[in-house]
């Protein structure tokens, strides 16, 4: 998701000469303007490390100028003199953030480890000194109490809107001794968010799975035991195999290995990371001292909770109402869950002694590997059949072909242009018209020094205001690099999951159309922002998708059509899993933040919570809390974990407008989509774009429907 950390863009209007000396007097590569074509590229060709500080103390400094013209102003704050000066405030700033939170993320070492720990507490007092600006923040309640009388059109008020609330929510009502402190938390908790990272990626590199011979690889697909060797030969290790400590290294060890020790010690080096009680990498107490911080600031601005806090301006409204809809889903999850576990355990007990116990004491290492049999005998499909015909190419060229279809984007790759790796590629995207509507990004491999997960971020909002420029939308992935002359070889998780879901993301971004790179976008409610990715993951498993682009990697035939109805049968597979496993980590997101300023014992809190939660013994579910790192390396999924569900609610109901009208290509459904939905950005609030979209407001039993749990009542 986009990481919005300034207030908007541009370069406000009384300083712009002021500004423009001290960009051209500074000498600093990372404050020039971005040059080229389509309004000037990242450049990443540029960087040097070294240069960070300054250029953001630089920066800084320019905004802080521009700030100070408005609140100087003499004329009454207008919208012209106030928000739209905001909205063209800090050009410089947002670009220097642009390239240090790419170099963060995907090209960490020892040195941006360390800029990160010196610049996190700074940055984060920065963004207090601009929402805690009391002249400020009484131009905004001005122009706010005026927005419905004053002839702004509606997405000007919207703008308004965000802003004041954006202003509040950050403390700016707070009196001064309350804004002292808030400035204190936040500073610690910048720290405590870096640390908590550094500890999980310290450990993602150190504790990796070794196996000395290739049958400790018995089953895994060869695709992933080359991987493996490349990996050994990597660290030194030549003759050995390495898996890394992610999940596209080790899910193919607990989805395939038939070697239920090799399964078990995978496991355990999972499930440890961020948990080694007293080491240096230890989580613990990093995540206790975040928990009491985010209590105390929660409290001075005025909520029970940090979940009541986080929640209160999102569609859910209250934590109440997101437990409500996450119970709704537990109960037939787990119970269809159980169903699962009980075909599982029927299985290993017909392989006897081959189940190497796991028919007498059935464990969490253990569900993947015979989900896998149950579907294969089930459905007569195993994921293994599958593969060869999930090229990373052609799902590309896959993904594409729908954002041309339903939103009439093509792709066009582009070469010369700077990257901040050479493993990534860029595209421009044109309109219906063959119009040039925006550039967009991939970087699809795992790598040392890329953070684990696949996201979507961009390099520069869409937006008309002060001018138009292009929008530049990037992808991150952690696909398994094969050795050279492979093909990387995915499977449906990746596709679906990972390659369309965060492509979905940058739709989002490409088919923006609004004035203010404020509301552009994916810059909307935090439990409505994963709709439009987890829509775009429906159109993977449709027949025009599979029939063109999912061709074996050696043969090039299509996948077979037998197969492809066969995953398409087995869509509700493993769902009371699936669904369990996502909503467990939601409830125990949630509750931990409801727990208050409470002396928690961690695993005391976990076990209690997933004992209280029913959750089945066999699959643990829920995140260890060393490693939940969408709530505790920073605060985007911080008391929102339940987002997922909230838009999979939305998601179903809104893919039934398709499947109720000429199916999932039907050209008026997708143009309603794209005109209510994907280009609106936060010009509506979500729940009005939902009912624009729908006619009425959101139905959980599309939901129901779509997991292939009963409705009650029948309905």
Known sequence: MDRRSFLASGAALAAVASASRALAASGNPLLEKWVGAWDGLPPF??????????????????????????????????????IEALERSGEALNNVATLYYVHTSVLITPETQAIEEKMAPVLAAYGDELTQNGPLFARIKTVYAARETSGLTAEQQRLVWVYHNNFVQSGAALDGPGKTRLAAINLRLADLYTAFSKNLLA??????????????????????????????????LKGKWV?????????????????????????????????????????????????????????????ETFAHWRVSDRMAGTPQNAIALMEALLKPAIARMGEEVADMKSIAAAEGAAAQGADKDFSPWDYRYYAEKVRKAKYDIAEAELRPYLQLDRMKEAMFWVAGQVYGLTFHPVSGVPMPHPDGEVW??????????????????????????????????????????????????????????????LSWGDVAGSLFHEFGHAIHHLCSDVTYPTLSGTNVTWDYVEFPSQIYERWA??????????????????????????????????????TARQLSAAMLDMQIHLAGDADID??????????????????????RLGWFSHIFSGEAYAAGYYSYAWAEALTADAWEAFLEAGGPYDPAVGQRLNDTIMSVGNTVPAATAFRNFRGRDVNIDALLRDRGFPIPNGA
């Open 45 to 82: 060709d540029k960087v040097r490390l070294p240069d960070f500080e300054p250029a953001f103390r630089t920066a800084m400094d320019m905004q802080r100028a521009e700030i100070a013209a408005i609140t100087a102003s003499k004329p009454a704050p207008t919208f012209a003199n106030t």
């Open 203 to 236: 450990d993602e590199r150190s504790d990796v799975l070794v196996l000395d011979t290739v049958e400790d690889l018995a089953g895994v697909p060869e695709a992933n035991i080359g991987q493996a060797a490349a990996e050994a030969e990597r660290r030194g």
């Open 243 to 303: 898996i890394a400590n992610n999940s596209s290294g080790m899910n193919p060890v607990f989805t395939f290995a038939s070697r239920r020790d090799v399964r078990k010690k995978a496991w355990d080096l999972r499930m440890g990371l961020g948990g080694h009680a007293g080491g240096t990498t230890d989580n613990a107490p990093i995540i206790k001292e975040i928990l009491k911080l985010r209590f105390e600031r929660s409290r001075l601005m005025g909520y």
């Open 428 to 489: 421009e995207v044109k309109d219906r018209a063959g119009k040039h509507r925006a550039l967009w990004y991939f970087d699809p491999f795992a790598r040392e020094g890329k953070q684990s997960g696949a996201w979507a971020n961009t390099y520069r909002q869409q937006g008309r205001f002060p001018k138009t420029t292009t929008v530049i939308s990037t992808n991150n992935c952690n696909f398994s690099k094969p050795a050279p002359g492979e093909p990387t070889l």
């Open 541 to 578: 498993m449709t027949p025009e998708v599979l029939g063109k682009f999912a061709v074996h990697h050696e043969t090039g035939a299509p996948m077979p059509t037998a197969l492809a109805d066969k995953l398409r049968a087995a869509r509700t597979f493993n769902q009371g899993f699936t």
């Open 602 to 623: 961690l695993v005391a809190f976990y076990e209690k919570e997933v004992a209280r939660i029913g959750l089945p013994k066999e699959g643990e579910l829920a995140p």
